[in-house]
């Protein structure tokens, strides 16, 4: 496995599922991007698999991840987290050198 989606994290993406319709059939996708104030950041949006994919099925939905994307991702952990004022997906990326204050960004 690749990815690391705790039992929050899987909670929260069942439940777009759940909330939206026009999601079923598609997969989550995570990806990594050049931009960001560190070099590069994690996008999440649902998409079709591609054939190259790294594929990781759960109750209700797959997770798929380029191969790009899985090189810099690999050994990662993917949390739902909500804080006072805020919430939202945070990854743990033991690949990553250095990170924004944001957390949304980082290099490798």
Avoid: H, W
Avoid at 18 to 33: C, P, W
Avoid at 47 to 53: A, G, H, Q, V
Avoid at 56 to 74: M, R
Avoid at 83 to 100: L, Q, V, Y
Wanted: contains cysteine; hydrophobic residues 30%.
């Amino acid at each position: 496995m690749s990815v690391i989606l705790t039992d929050k994290a899987v909670g929260k993406i069942k439940g777009l599922y759940s909330e939206d319709a026009s999601l079923q059939g598609k997969a989550l996708r995570i990806a990594i991007e050049s931009g960001g104030c560190s070099g590069y950041s994690y996008a999440f949006r649902f998409d079709e698999p591609k054939e190259n994919d790294t594929k990781q099925t759960y109750d209700g939905f797959t997770l798929v991840i380029d191969q790009e994307s899985e090189k810099v991702l690999s050994g990662s952990t993917v949390d739902y987290k909500e804080d006072f004022g805020s919430e939202g997906f945070a990854i743990t990326n033991p690949n990553a050198k250095k990170s924004c204050g944001c957390g949304n960004s980082f290099d490798v």
